[in-house]
T-cell receptor, first 112, second 113 residues
Framework: AQSVTQPDIHITVSEGASLELRCNYS??????LFWYVQSPGQGLQLLLK??????LVQGIKGFEAEFKRSQSSFNLRKPSVHWSDAAEYFC??????????FGAGTTVTVRA | DAGVTQSPTHLIKTRGQHVTLRCSPI?????VSWYQQVLGQGPQFIFQ???????GRGNFPDRFSARQFPNYSSELNVNALLLGDSALYLC????????????FGQGTRLTVV
């Protein structure tokens, strides 16, 4: 069964600074990997996805993520954080079928 | 274009009652999935329906059931509500094949008292 670990529960970053959120997955074959963002009381918005091909994927809102098979990781990065990036971020893995398995999430706080 | 719509947005129920949550997928999407998100946790998979057939079920008790209608909308039903059923229930729609991404609705916040 697939699973996802997000080691950081909460990250605080200054506006304009870079951000990196960690994600490690467990799955026996090539996974389908996703990053979602959730604002308080809202649903999930897809930031980016990896299915195959180039291991560095670009997403919306200036985010990117890199798939590293050797490390079973799919870390999310943004070079310069804006106050509006404060939210909860979820990494998810899919097995190419119907079910997504999510991590517990990382809450990002942006300070002025 | 309309996204995934869920209704109601909030509701409060009493222990032991029954609840029905509704979801309308994005036009053209034939698959609907349901997730439960307890406060402070990531979403947990409950069901997926594709072309009106159940394709998968997560580790939830039989009190949880769902169905998909000919127009691809879906209902999630929960019987004999427990306090622990309090959560945000998320619906996601997709085209249903492999390599397809899921688009989530805003969710229904269920509070059981």
């Amino acid at each position: 069964a697939q699973s996802v670990t997000q080691p950081d529960i909460h990250i605080t970053v200054s506006e304009g600074a870079s951000l990196e959120l960690r994600c490690n997955y467990s799955y026996g074959a090539t996974p389908y990997l996703f990053w979602y963002v959730q604002s308080p009381g809202q649903g999930l918005q897809l930031l980016l996805k990896y299915f195959s091909g180039d291991t560095l994927v670009q997403g919306i809102k200036g985010f990117e993520a890199e798939f590293k098979r050797s490390q079973s990781s799919f870390n999310l990065r943004k070079p310069s954080v804006h106050w509006s990036d404060a939210a909860e971020y979820f990494c998810a893995v899919g097995a190419g079928d119907y079910k997504l398995s999510f991590g517990a999430g990382t809450t990002v706080t942006v300070r002025a | 274009d309309a996204g995934v719509t869920q209704s109601p947005t909030h509701l409060i129920k009493t222990r032991g009652q029954h609840v029905t949550l509704r979801c309308s997928p994005i036009s053209g999407h034939k698959s609907v999935s349901w997730y439960q998100q307890v406060l402070g946790q990531g979403p947990q998979f409950i069901f997926q329906y594709y072309e009106k057939e159940e394709r998968g079920r997560g580790n939830f008790p039989d009190r949880f059931s769902a169905r998909q209608f000919p127009n691809y909308s879906s209902e999630l039903n929960v019987n004999a509500l427990l306090l622990g059923d309090s959560a945000l229930y998320l619906c996601a729609s997709s085209f249903g094949g492999t390599n397809t991404e899921a688009f989530f609705g805003q969710g229904t916040r269920l509070t059981v008292v």
